[in-house]
């Protein structure tokens, strides 16, 4: 009955020993240093089980013990539902590390930066060439319609739900514009406001003109003169898809167009571009006090304004003078080619 009893303890003992072990040793790989030599992302599929995981983390370096890790996601005290995404894990992250990463959800967050004065066109090819979003395009989006900004997404969210997105924020921008305009604007509605914003984002690109140009379109709007703005003409040719290529012609500015301003009496048909915030609040807040009716460019990437005809054509030969000495300038320094020898 002694000896029984030694047996017995001898090996509760071994077995005690034994787990003790297998605990201390698996405890040590939990949090020792993992594999990775440095930081990496790693997608955890949908629907994926603990299983599933361990194989895409063993596969991708970041564990070298699969079986262990699911044993650490069953035995966890407190378990957490862990969310399918992409996740960046950094170098040397240990297990235990791995698992808190994925218990927290915080999936990377990738970026897409629409430029102000993109157009609708360019907009949605920007879109529907980010691999990382999934899904077609099957939004009915128009020019004007989205707000160019910097936008956070994860990998495999949706293009109509990144496009939504966009849209919504046009939606609440355009409104906090409306809502602090100045009065008197001969603007009709929130649209109208869209188009103009449009056009000033089109002709400038220094923050600073904005107010002004918008100033010039709203004076020539008052008094029913036509704006007369390039860009519009340009749109009216392309479409909104790429550039023109080339210098407009007199044909051009003749065009039948309802984006000639040239020929139209008023604000274009619709937007030209997708407006920033600065173009809008522009729109409806212009210079005060500015009566300028002209702005030319004044060959330093910026505009010069005028508030009669006399003043515009002397900045505009100004600047045909200008650019005469830009091209002879460049004339004189370009290369001369070899002389041909003859014989």
């Not at 002879?328 to 070899?338: G, I, L, N, V, Y």
């Amino acid at each position: 009955m002694l000896s029984f009893f030694r047996w017995t303890l001898f090996f509760i003992v071994l077995f005690v020993t034994v787990i003790g072990g297998a605990l201390f040793v698996g405890n040590t790989i939990l949090v020792s240093n993992g594999p990775l030599d440095a930081p990496k992302r790693v997608v955890i599929p949908r629907g994926a089980g603990p299983a599933t995981m361990a194989k895409v983390l063993k596969e991708e370096g970041v564990l070298n013990y699969a079986g262990l890790f699911r044993v650490a996601l069953m035995v966890d005290p407190s378990p957490k539902p862990i969310k399918a995404g992409e996740y960046e894990i950094p170098a040397h992250a240990s297990m235990h590390a791995v698992v808190e990463i994925l218990q927290s959800g915080k999936v990377v967050q990738r970026r897409l930066t629409v430029p102000e004065g993109t157009t609708t066109a360019e907009v949605l090819e920007l879109v529907r060439k980010t691999d990382t979003l999934t899904g077609e395009i099957t939004l009915d989006v128009k020019e004007g319609d989205l707000l160019p900004e910097t936008y956070f997404y994860s990998r495999n969210d949706t293009r109509d739900g990144l496009l939504l997105r966009m849209k919504e924020a046009m939606d609440k921008a355009v409104d906090e514009a409306w809502r602090k305009r100045v009065a008197g604007l001969p603007l009709l509605n929130r649209r109208d406001v869209v188009i103009l914003a449009s056009m000033i984002e089109k002709e400038t690109a220094v923050p600073a003109e904005r107010p002004r140009i918008a100033a010039v379109f709203v004076n020539r709007l008052r008094i029913k003169m036509r704006l007369e703005s390039d860009p519009t003409t340009i749109y009216g040719l392309t479409n909104g898809k790429g550039t023109l290529g080339r210098d407009l012609t007199r044909a051009d500015l003749q065009s039948a167009s309802g984006y000639n301003t040239y020929v139209v009496p008023a604000l274009p048909q619709g937007p030209i571009c997708n407006p920033g915030r600065a173009s809008l609040m522009a729109a409806t807040n212009p210079a005060p006090r500015d009566r300028s009716l002209y702005f030319v460019a004044d060959g330093q990437g910026g505009h010069t304004f005028a508030a009669n005809v006399y003043e515009h054509n002397r900045n505009v030969a100004r600047w045909k003078e200008l650019q005469k000495q830009k091209q002879d300038q460049e004339s004189t320094a370009a290369p001369r080619a070899p002389a041909t020898a003859k014989p």
